[in-house]
């Protein structure tokens, strides 16, 4: 075997180990609350919705580095209450459509031009997508799906930059190696 190709295989590092596994307690722990949380007030399937949300929430802020992290979380809140604000305003009114959905989409897209936040259209479309469709799926209520979901953005994002912050923190305490 040639020198060459056997150092270009990639190799985790004990800080990515550290990483993997921080990510998925903070996402067990962000499903976990919200689940909790939900699961007195609400029906089982939003309890589960809740959770997932969550959870993905906190994997959207897991980065590279802490000011990455921090930087994702605020994109993602931004980009979230952007399209929880058109979805909450559009059920108030009226039942999900798929020209509605549309429409909000677009919407969402020009607010965050007018943001200047175009990195975070797709985050803003998505958030849109995923809300409406649950509000079709349980229109009963549905206005309250975009209050729900800040919500759980709110603890998944939490949750993740506390837990990114803290097993950093901690690794270099223990290791003296400095993580971005």
């Not at 007018?114 to 649950?134: A, E, F, P, W």
């Amino acid at each position: 075997m040639n020198v060459s190709a056997k150092s270009t295989k990639p190799r985790l590092s004990l800080w990515d180990i550290v990483y993997s596994v921080d990510m998925s307690v903070a996402c067990a722990i962000s499903y976990w609350i919200m689940t909790q949380v939900l699961s007195s007030a609400t029906s089982k399937d939003n309890a589960l919705l809740g959770g997932m949300w969550a959870a993905v929430a906190t994997v959207f802020v897991f980065r590279d580095t802490r000011s990455h992290a921090w930087s994702a979380g605020i994109a993602r809140l931004i980009a979230t209450f952007v399209s929880l604000v058109l979805c909450l305003v559009y059920l108030w009114f009226l039942p999900f459509t798929v020209g509605g959905m549309a429409i909000l989409i677009g919407l969402g897209a020009l607010a965050m031009m007018l943001l200047h936040r175009r990195d975070d259209i797709v985050t803003t479309g998505i958030t849109t997508v995923v809300v409406m469709v649950v509000a079709a799926l349980s229109p009963r209520d549905a206005w309250h799906q975009p209050l729900l979901r800040m919500l759980d953005t709110v603890v998944g994002i939490g949750v993740g930059i506390a837990c990114k912050w803290l097993a950093s923190s901690l690794y270099f305490r223990i290791t003296g190696e400095p993580v971005r």
